[in-house]
C-alpha cells in the first residue's frame, strides 16, 4: 500500500469501572484518508461516544491539529461495555500519536484517564485509586490523570501518579521539558473526625446503650422498637463513635469503594454510615442496574447502614438484605457475567410498635390488632431472623432528658477495642463474632450448665439452626465483653433474652 493512503495505528491503555472495580480497556486509534469521520466502536455508552466532540474541541484549543480523515476508535475488548467519560485522555493521547503530533514510545507503557473540557483542561473522574491500582496490576509502569485525583491514585503503591492538569502539557512531558512533582497520597482518617456525634447524648436508657455496645463489640445487628421521640435515631447516629478505628487495609477499601461512587469527598472520616430513605429500591439498596452499581449496603461497608423506620421499606427491598447479611457479599447476575460487591456492614434498624407509633400499651393507640399485624408483617421471620439483638426502647422520663450527660463514646469504645482485640486473636486480623462460621460458633467453649440453656431453649421453642448459631456468637460477645474465658449460663441468658422477638 502507498504510504500517502497508508493507515495509521496507534494504541493506549486506560480503564472502565465496573461496579467498584476498574477493568483495562486497550484503546485503538486507526486514521487513514477518507471522508472526514469519527466513530467510537466497543459497547461506548452515551458519555463515552460524546467523547468525540469533547476530543475533537479539546485538541483543537490546545493548538494542535485535528485529522481531517476518517478516524475509527476501538475500545477492545469489544464484549465489555464501557461507560463514563474518563476514556477521554486516553483517546486523545492515542489520536495525536496516530497523526504524528506526539511521538511517545512509553506511551503503550502507561495508562491514561481523565475527562476532558472544552478547552483542554481536565476533570477529575470516578474511582481513581481503583484504577491506579488496576493499572499497576496490569503492568502499567505509571499512570497519568488529572490533578485533582492525584492524591488519592498515590494511595496506591507500586506506580508512579503523574498529575496532568491540561491536555497541552502531554508535548512538554513527552519533549522532557516537564516533571511534574509526584503527588504525596491523601491521608486516610482512620477514626470518626473531632466533634463527631458522642454517646453522652443518649441520656437515661440503659438497656439501649448496653444493646449498643454488645452490638458494636462483636458486629451484630440491632433492631430497636419504641416510640417516636425516644432516642432509637439518636443512638444509631452514634454507634460509628463506639466501635474500635479502621484498619489500614480496611480504610483502603473504604475509600475505593467511596471513589467509586463519586462520595470520596464527602467520606467523614471513620467507619461509614447510611442511612437511605425508606422510598430507597431494592436496587438502590443492594446495587443493581446496567452497568453494575454499588449499592447503599456497599457503601456501607465496614460500617454502619441505618434504616430508619424499617416497616414503611419496601419489602422487597428488605428481603434482599438476607443473602447479603449472611455472606458479606453481594451478587449481581448480568447478561455480562457476575459481579460480587463486599457488603460487610452493621444493620442497624429502628422501627415503631405499631402505624400510630404509640405502641398497644398506650391508652391512646386507635391501632387495630390486624393493622398492628400487617404493620410488623413488613418485618419476614426470616430477615428477623438474621438480625442479632432485638432492643425495646421506652420513651425516656423528663428527669432523665434533663439529667447528667450518659457515659462518653471515648470510655465504651476503648470496652469495645478490648472484646475485638479477644475476637482477632481468636478468629484471625480483622474478624469479629459477627462473622463466625457455623463451625466457628458451634466450637466456641461452651460451659455446661450455658450448654443445657441453651439446648432446652432450642427444643422448646423450635429455633431455627440459625438462631442457635446467632445465640452462640451474641453469647461469645458478651463472654468477650466480660473478659471470660468460656460462655457461662449468665452469658448464654442474656443473649438469649436479647434476641426474643417478643421482648422487643
Same mark, same amino acid.
Given at each position: 500500500?502507498?504510504?500517502?493512503?497508508?493507515?495509521? +495505528?496507534?494504541? !493506549?491503555?486506560?480503564?472502565?469501572?465496573?461496579?467498584?472495580?476498574?477493568?483495562?480497556?486497550?484503546?485503538?486509534?486507526?486514521?487513514?484518508?477518507?471522508?472526514?469521520? %469519527?466513530?467510537?466502536?466497543?459497547?461506548?455508552?452515551?458519555?463515552?461516544?460524546?467523547? *468525540?466532540?469533547?476530543?475533537?474541541?479539546?485538541?483543537?484549543?490546545?493548538?494542535?491539529?485535528?485529522?481531517?480523515?476518517?478516524?475509527?476508535?476501538?475500545?477492545?475488548?469489544?464484549?465489555?461495555?464501557?461507560?463514563?467519560?474518563?476514556?477521554?485522555?486516553?483517546?486523545?493521547?492515542?489520536?495525536?500519536?496516530?497523526?504524528?503530533?506526539?511521538?511517545?514510545?512509553?506511551?503503550?507503557?502507561?495508562?491514561?484517564?481523565?475527562?476532558?473540557? +472544552?478547552?483542554?483542561?481536565?476533570?477529575?473522574?470516578?474511582?481513581?485509586?481503583?484504577?491506579?491500582?488496576?493499572?499497576?496490576?496490569?503492568? #502499567?509502569?505509571?499512570?497519568?490523570?488529572?490533578?485533582?485525583?492525584? $492524591?488519592? !491514585? #498515590?494511595?496506591?503503591?507500586?506506580?508512579?501518579?503523574? @498529575?496532568?492538569?491540561?491536555?497541552?502539557?502531554?508535548?512538554?512531558?513527552?519533549?522532557?521539558?516537564?516533571?511534574?512533582?509526584?503527588?504525596? @497520597?491523601?491521608?486516610?482518617?482512620?477514626?470518626?473526625?473531632?466533634?463527631? =456525634?458522642?454517646?453522652?447524648?443518649?441520656?437515661?436508657?440503659? &438497656?439501649?446503650?448496653?444493646?449498643?455496645?454488645?452490638? /458494636?463489640?462483636?458486629?451484630?445487628?440491632?433492631?430497636?422498637?419504641?416510640?417516636?421521640?425516644?432516642?432509637?435515631?439518636?443512638?444509631?447516629?452514634?454507634?460509628?463513635?463506639?466501635?474500635?478505628?479502621?484498619?489500614?487495609?480496611?480504610?483502603?477499601?473504604?475509600?475505593?469503594?467511596?471513589?467509586?461512587?463519586?462520595?470520596?469527598?464527602?467520606?467523614?472520616?471513620? *467507619?461509614?454510615?447510611?442511612?437511605? &430513605?425508606?422510598?430507597?429500591?431494592? #436496587?438502590?439498596?443492594?446495587?443493581?442496574?446496567?452497568?453494575?452499581?454499588?449499592?447503599?449496603?456497599?457503601?456501607?461497608?465496614?460500617?454502619?447502614? %441505618?434504616?430508619?423506620?424499617?416497616?414503611? %421499606?419496601?419489602?422487597?427491598?428488605?428481603?434482599?438484605?438476607?443473602?447479603?447479611?449472611?455472606?458479606?457479599?453481594?451478587?449481581?447476575?448480568?447478561?455480562?457475567?457476575?459481579?460480587?460487591?463486599?457488603?460487610? %456492614?452493621?444493620?442497624?434498624?429502628?422501627?415503631?410498635?405499631? @402505624?400510630?407509633?404509640?405502641?398497644?400499651?398506650?391508652?391512646?393507640?386507635?391501632?387495630? =390488632?390486624?393493622?398492628?399485624?400487617?404493620?410488623?408483617?413488613?418485618?419476614?421471620?426470616?430477615?428477623?431472623?438474621?438480625?442479632?439483638?432485638?432492643?425495646?426502647?421506652?420513651?425516656?422520663? #423528663?428527669?432523665?432528658?434533663?439529667?447528667?450527660?450518659?457515659?462518653?463514646?471515648? /470510655?465504651?469504645?476503648?470496652?469495645?477495642? !478490648?472484646? *475485638?482485640?479477644?475476637?482477632?486473636?481468636?478468629?484471625?486480623?480483622?474478624?469479629?463474632?459477627?462473622?463466625?462460621?457455623?463451625?466457628?460458633?458451634?466450637?466456641?467453649?461452651?460451659?455446661?450448665? $450455658?450448654?443445657?440453656? +441453651?439446648?432446652?431453649?432450642?427444643?422448646?421453642?423450635?429455633?431455627?439452626?440459625?438462631?442457635?448459631? *446467632?445465640?452462640?456468637?451474641?453469647?461469645?460477645?458478651?463472654?468477650?465483653? !466480660?473478659?471470660?474465658?468460656?460462655?457461662?449460663?449468665?452469658?448464654?441468658?442474656?443473649?438469649?433474652?436479647?434476641?426474643?422477638?417478643?421482648?422487643?
Amino acid at each position: 500500500m502507498p504510504p500517502s493512503v497508508a493507515a495509521v +495505528l496507534a494504541t !493506549a491503555r486506560t480503564f472502565t469501572l465496573d461496579g467498584i472495580s476498574a477493568r483495562p480497556v486497550r484503546v485503538e486509534v486507526d486514521v487513514h484518508r477518507g471522508l472526514p469521520n %469519527f466513530t467510537i466502536v466497543g459497547l461506548p455508552d452515551a458519555a463515552v461516544r460524546e467523547a *468525540r466532540e469533547r476530543v475533537r474541541a479539546a485538541l483543537v484549543n490546545c493548538g494542535f491539529e485535528f485529522p481531517l480523515r476518517r478516524i475509527v476508535v476501538n475500545l477492545a475488548p469489544a464484549s465489555l461495555r464501557k461507560a463514563g467519560p474518563g476514556m477521554d485522555l486516553a483517546i486523545a493521547a492515542a489520536l495525536l500519536s496516530a497523526s504524528g503530533e506526539l511521538e511517545w514510545e512509553r506511551l503503550v507503557r502507561v495508562a491514561l484517564a481523565g475527562e476532558l473540557a +472544552l478547552d483542554g483542561s481536565l476533570r477529575p473522574v470516578q474511582g481513581a485509586l481503583a484504577i491506579a491500582e488496576a493499572a499497576r496490576e496490569s503492568g #502499567a509502569e505509571a499512570i497519568l490523570l488529572p490533578a485533582e485525583n492525584g $492524591a488519592e !491514585a #498515590a494511595l496506591a503503591e507500586g506506580i508512579e501518579v503523574i @498529575p496532568v492538569e491540561a491536555l497541552g502539557q502531554l508535548t512538554a512531558l513527552v519533549a522532557g521539558a516537564w516533571d511534574p512533582p509526584r503527588p504525596e @497520597p491523601m491521608p486516610l482518617r482512620l477514626d470518626p473526625p473531632p466533634g463527631a =456525634p458522642d454517646l453522652a447524648d443518649l441520656r437515661g436508657q440503659p &438497656h439501649l446503650r448496653h444493646a449498643l455496645e454488645v452490638a /458494636a463489640a462483636g458486629g451484630h445487628s440491632l433492631l430497636m422498637v419504641g416510640p417516636p421521640g425516644a432516642g432509637k435515631s439518636l443512638s444509631a447516629s452514634r454507634l460509628p463513635s463506639i466501635l474500635p478505628p479502621l484498619a489500614v487495609g480496611d480504610a483502603l477499601e473504604v475509600a475505593r469503594i467511596a471513589s467509586a461512587c463519586g462520595r470520596l469527598d464527602s467520606l467523614p472520616g471513620g *467507619r461509614p454510615f447510611r442511612a437511605p &430513605h425508606h422510598t430507597v429500591s431494592a #436496587a438502590g439498596l443492594v446495587g443493581g442496574g446496567s452497568p453494575p452499581r454499588a449499592g447503599e449496603v456497599t457503601i456501607a461497608h465496614r460500617g454502619v447502614l %441505618f434504616l430508619d423506620e424499617l416497616c414503611e %421499606f419496601r419489602r422487597d427491598a428488605l428481603e434482599a438484605l438476607r443473602a447479603p447479611l449472611e455472606t458479606g457479599e453481594v451478587a449481581i447476575a448480568r447478561v455480562g457475567g457476575q459481579r460480587v460487591l463486599p457488603c460487610r %456492614f452493621m444493620l442497624v434498624a429502628a422501627a415503631n410498635p405499631c @402505624p400510630c407509633g404509640r405502641g398497644e400499651t398506650d391508652p391512646d393507640c386507635a391501632c387495630s =390488632p390486624y393493622e398492628v399485624q400487617r404493620y410488623q408483617g413488613k418485618l419476614s421471620g426470616a430477615l428477623a431472623d438474621r438480625i442479632d439483638i432485638l432492643a425495646a426502647v421506652r420513651q425516656p422520663s #423528663a428527669a432523665e432528658i434533663g439529667g447528667p450527660p450518659g457515659e462518653a463514646s471515648a /470510655a465504651v469504645r476503648e470496652r469495645v477495642r !478490648a472484646a *475485638r482485640e479477644r475476637q482477632e486473636q481468636r478468629l484471625g486480623s480483622g474478624r469479629c463474632n459477627a462473622e463466625m462460621t457455623p463451625a466457628e460458633a458451634r466450637a466456641c467453649p461452651l460451659g455446661e450448665s $450455658a450448654a443445657t440453656l +441453651l439446648a432446652d431453649l432450642y427444643a422448646r421453642q423450635r429455633l431455627s439452626g440459625r438462631a442457635h448459631d *446467632r445465640a452462640l456468637r451474641l453469647a461469645q460477645t458478651l463472654t468477650d465483653l !466480660a473478659g471470660l474465658a468460656e460462655i457461662g449460663e449468665e452469658q448464654m441468658a442474656q443473649a438469649l433474652q436479647m434476641r426474643r422477638r417478643e421482648h422487643a
